[in-house]
């Protein structure tokens, strides 16, 4: 069997569909799973064992682009996919395997894709809570009951690819480093402050440990003001490496603190320990899928929003989760 992914635009939610490609290798004994994916995206699924292949996907948010969408369509009908599944829920993301003629196009219902999605599962969202759920339940057949437990996403990296990666930058590294990843792409109101940052850059440097910040370039300037505020403390890497130099790197580290974000699905695919900082979002829905993740959220009544910005102007949800909280939940995770 010869199938293709419709990857998400997101890098944590195709960390979380990890599952789904391992699954559809145990049904299908053999496979060849293709991917077709955002080039922000490829990194973490050019690390994960199951996918052989990923094409370039080059439509940016909302744009339709029905030549593009044709040409693309027309590659993908001359490599002769038996099945194709359509993670994400829009109109657009079905329309180039329908175009390619995939036979089997295997999807949630989304915005009126009847035709184009002609495999189809209606999404319970009482019985599948969890993304990473939804996502698996694609490899069984409609209304059929999803096998449990699921099991944890994971993506790869080795010794030689992290050696690799620090002789690329330029560093050294330390005998003992904390990750910390002060960004999330939905918006301020899954930010953790600066200067709580600060704090705990400071109380963990006291216990020997070196802090490395990772995200885009969009996090330079949150990490470069935490950075003053921890003066010498701190190695800046946000927007100074790729995707692929970025994970290498977290799975070096012994201690990852983060936002809800991508990177926080990224350290947990590399299994390794975590403090997980919540604010407006909710682990219901998406948490670090690792036996190794501690959550941190002070469950206020008017949290979780879900709003970009707080509807209310004080974000207490992060501003009053202090430095001493947070330290202690390290302290746990590194102890054991």
Sequence with gaps: MKALIVAP??????????????????????????????????????????????????????????????????????????????????????????????????????????????????????????????FAQLAEAPGAPLPKPIAHPKIRSTA???????????????????????????????????????????????????????????????????????PGLCRNLCGATSLAQAVDLLAMSELVVCNDSGLMHVAAALDRPIVALYGSSSPGFTPPLSEQADIVSLNLDCSPCFKRDCPLGHLDCLNKLSPELVFAACQKRIAG
């Design 160 to 230: 030689n690819t992290q050696q690799t990666t620090l002789a690329e930058l330029g560093l050294n590294r330390p005998q003992r480093i904390v990750a910390f990843c002060p960004g999330a792409e939905y918006g301020p109101a899954k930010r953790w402050p600066a200067a709580h940052f600060a704090a705990l850059a400071n109380k963990l440097a006291a216990q020997g440990f070196t802090v490395w910040f990772f995200g885009s370039p969009k996090d330079h300037a949150v990490a470069e003001e935490i950075s003053q505020l921890a």
């Design 9 to 134: 635009s997101w890098i944590g939610d195709t960390i979380m569909a990890q599952p789904l490609f391992a699954r559809l290798h145990a049904k299908h004994p053999g496979l060849q799973l293709d991917a077709i994916a955002p080039r922000w995206v490829a990194p973490v699924l050019l690390r994960m064992a199951e996918i052989s292949e990923v094409i370039d996907s080059p439509f940016g948010h909302g744009q339709l682009s029905l030549k593009p969408r044709w040409k693309l369509a027309r590659l993908l009908a001359a490599r002769n996919y038996d099945a194709v599944y359509v993670l994400p829920n829009s109109l657009k993301s079905a329309l180039v395997p329908w175009l390619a003629g995939i036979p089997q196009r295997i999807g949630f219902t989304g915005e009126s894709r009847y035709g184009l999605i002609n495999i189809r599962h209606n999404l319970d969202k009482i019985a599948l809570p969890l993304m990473v759920e939804r």
